[in-house]
């Protein structure tokens, strides 16, 4: 499927222009007259995408955009256009949260560069959020005694000690270790670590 690109411009001749651009060069296209008609749309954010939105007033604007969309929950990379701005409308621009900002006339290359890097990274994040429900999921499956094991192993923790943490045989501690490694479908102890990692479930012991 395709990458989509959401176009937000009141002036229709400015949206129809972006939309025959990014078409032409192999993206889908969604446009929009307003902020308000976006949100109200609701668009999926689980497809990579971007939002491209044209706005008069850049200075003002750009944070209540970001502000508006986030809270809104939608999480997309967005990059700004506008007829007016310098660098430091720019630099507000970026800490707010704008993925890229461009005075227009925008140079192509550099416009169609950036959508690149928007939508690669709203497919990064993507892949990592799904990435981590479906780990959450797998952990949510062990019962109370294999997520102990768990626990101890991935802290680097012997079955002989594992066994001794939990008052019982090396025997047992390897059959659930066993169960462990099957529902969060890894193959090693390496494996299941990184799982913990990208988890955000290694803390620091306690002294």
């Known amino acids: 499927m395709s990458a989509l690109v959401h176009i937000v411009d009141g002036d229709a001749a400015s949206q129809a ?3 025959r651009m990014l078409r032409a060069c192999g993206y889908e296209t969604k446009a929009y007259v307003s902020a308000d008609e976006i949100l109200n749309h609701r668009p999926d954010i689980e497809s990579a995408s971007c939002i491209v939105i044209d706005t008069l007033s850049p200075d003002k604007s750009i944070p209540d955009f970001v502000n508006l969309f986030s809270k ?6 967005v990059i700004f256009l506008t007829d ?6 720019g630099v507000r621009a970026i800490k707010a949260g704008a993925e890229d900002f461009f005075t227009k006339p925008v140079e192509r290359d550099e416009f169609l560069d950036a959508i690149d890097r928007a939508i690669s990274r709203h497919r990064l994040v993507n892949e990592h959020e799904n990435w981590v429900r479906t780990g959450l999921a797998r952990l949510g499956r062990l019962t109370k005694r294999e997520r102990q094991v768990f626990d101890l192993v991935v802290r680097g923790k012997m079955n002989k000690q594992v066994a001794f943490t939990l008052g019982t045989t090396e ?11 099957e529902k969060m479908q890894v193959r090693s102890v390496v494996e299941l670590v990184t799982c913990a990692e990208r988890l955000g479930l290694l803390r620091p012991e306690s002294p």
Request: glycine content about 16%.
């Open 17 to 19: 222009g972006i939309g």
């Open 72 to 77: 809104a929950g939608l999480n997309l990379p």
């Open 84 to 89: 007016q701005g310098d660098v430091r409308v």
């Open 171 to 181: 025997r047992t501690i390897k059959a659930h270790r066993h169960k462990v490694m």
